[in-house]
């Protein structure tokens, strides 16, 4: 493992001091940062996959020498070796521990789970990279690895946030996905002369939508109508009965005007002298 990691180390080492970039700080990120994550989870790699391995034979060959061993026991007693009993009760129990430790340990420490993301992220760092060197792949595009600089960041970083995702997966918050903007998303790909007439029709569409809402919550269009009806009878009942009352309070007040009159006159005749009749 030393070998090969140090024989990559100075083999892409010495392709990154070549490199055309816009200073040497560039050289020097892509070594601490590209090549050491490399070297990092090559290195986890070879170190998981050897306790991997071992727990893995031994849950295996255990299996496979467990009911071996239980089946001696059906032979003939007489041609078995003398305390046979107890040497297979022994075997027996040390290979069903080994086995059951085995597979614990497999578990508590998901090495199966790390061996496989461990080396699927080293050899997708390792193609990201010599994507990059070659200008291939997604860098075809580029004309200068100057120019690929940044892309090159970015997608080694996606790498890495994915695989620490993995590792504290349930163990740290995760951040709310970004909502998808339909609207921001289709302005962008359209033209300038459809986005006025899109956003005039998003704008009628949630104007319509309101009002539809709202006569949603007012309730069903015939109860509407019927409490219309019923409101409009109602005013004309008051309007009628407030006319009624009006009509009579005229007709109580053209009565009491009348008789006050009346009597007026009566008074007036009697304060006048009587007039003498002509001879």
Same mark, same amino acid.
């Given at each position: 493992?030393?070998?090969?990691g ?7 080492g ?14 020097? $990120?892509l070594?601490?940062?590209f090549?050491?994550e ?19 034979f031994?849950v295996?060959?255990?299996?496979i ?8 026991g059906?032979?003939?007693?007489a ?11 022994w075997i027996?129990?040390?290979i ?9 340990f ?10 496989f993301e ?12 010599w994507?990059y060197?070659?200008l ?10 100057? &120019? &690929?600089?940044?892309?090159?960041c970015?997608?080694?970083?996606n $790498?890495?946030?994915?695989q ?7 163990k740290?918050e ?7 903007d339909?609207?921001?998303?289709l302005?962008?790909v359209l ?16 104007q ?8 949603k919550g007012?309730g069903d269009?015939?109860d509407?109508? &019927? ?7 109602? $005013? ?16 109580v ?27």
């Amino acid at each position: 493992m030393s070998d090969l990691g140090f024989s990559y180390k100075d083999e892409v080492g010495e392709i990154i001091e070549g490199l055309e970039l816009s200073s040497k700080t560039e050289n020097s $990120i892509l070594k601490s940062r590209f090549l050491s994550e490399v070297l990092n989870y090559e290195k986890r790699k070879v170190h998981t996959k050897k306790y991997y391995n071992v727990f893995r034979f031994i849950v295996t060959t255990g299996s496979i020498l467990l009911p071996a061993v239980l089946s001696l026991g059906q032979m003939d007693p007489a041609k078995l070796p003398r305390n046979f009993e107890t040497i297979s009760y022994w075997i027996s129990w040390t290979i069903s521990l080994s086995v059951t430790a085995s597979n614990g340990f497999l578990q508590l420490f998901s090495l199966d789970k790390n061996y496989f993301e461990y080396a699927i992220t080293t050899e997708q760092l390792k193609t990201e990279g010599w994507q990059y060197f070659q200008l291939s792949g997604k860098y075809d595009e580029y004309e200068s690895h100057r &120019a &690929a600089y940044r892309p090159f960041c970015k997608s080694i970083e996606n $790498i890495k946030r994915k695989q620490v995702e993995k590792e504290f997966s349930g163990k740290g918050e995760v951040k709310k996905k970004k909502e998808f903007d339909f609207k921001k998303e289709l302005s962008a790909v359209l033209p300038d002369k459809y986005e006025k007439n899109m956003n005039t029709n998003i704008e009628d569409r949630l104007q319509n939508d309101n009002i539809l809402s709202l006569l949603k919550g007012l309730g069903d269009p015939k109860d509407l109508m &019927a409490q219309k009806s019923n409101l409009e009878q109602k $005013i004309m009942g008051e309007v009628g009965n407030v006319q009624s009352v009006i009509e009579e309070k005229v007709d109580v007040a053209k009565e009491t005007a009348s008789e006050i009159i009346n009597q007026s006159v009566e008074k007036i005749d009697e304060a006048a002298p009587p007039t003498e009749s002509k001879k």
